[in-house]
């Protein structure tokens, strides 16, 4: 195959909305919904007049984290994801021990997070995460279950993740705080 480009720039648009309250006394709850290519840009490196358009992708998000002490949590949660034929869905759990006094301390966090997801017919992924501060390191490990895992032999692959957050929208009086969803990832 010839392409005639070979980079291509599109625009596309995605919006979400998410919803959270307080599940109890020592909990939080949350669910959300997106949309991402909501305008299926064209994205073929082709330039003939049979344009490839990227589907829309719709994802569906839900979890609740409850404390179980003064410094430990466990949260639960689940991810649902469709883009033209394919559907992904995935659930995990993962137990929190904070390194500091008070578990909800969006501000100043201090965590270490252990669990593990499962992306259904085809990962057992076990993770492990470090929050410190605004930024969150973690690390996990694929292993496959799926069909493929006679050709991979069960193995997949290491992920490290490095993450940042901000806890407010504005600053001072009129500044606007992230939701307290205990440690979410």
Known sequence: ???????????????????TRPAGENGNFYIGA???????????????NDPVKLERRWGL??????????????????DAFMQGGNKQAMFGGFYTWSLVNQYYDDINKSS????GIYRWNDAVIPTIKVDYGQFGFGFSYDVNISKLN??????????????????????GDNGIACPKLGRMF
């Open 61 to 78: 998000n839900g979890g609740v984290t409850v404390q179980s002490g003064a410094n430990n949590a466990f949260t639960f949660y689940a």
């Open 150 to 171: 006679t050709a991979s032999q069960s193995r997949g692959g290491f992920e490290l993740t490095m993450s940042y957050r901000n806890c407010a929208f504005g600053s």
């Open 112 to 115: 270490l997070h252990f669990g």
């Open 1 to 19: 195959q010839v392409l005639t480009q070979t980079g291509k720039n599109y625009f596309t648009m995605a919006a979400g909305i998410m919803f």
């Open 34 to 48: 997106s949309l991402y290519n909501a305008n299926k840009p064209t994205v073929s490196f082709s330039s003939s």
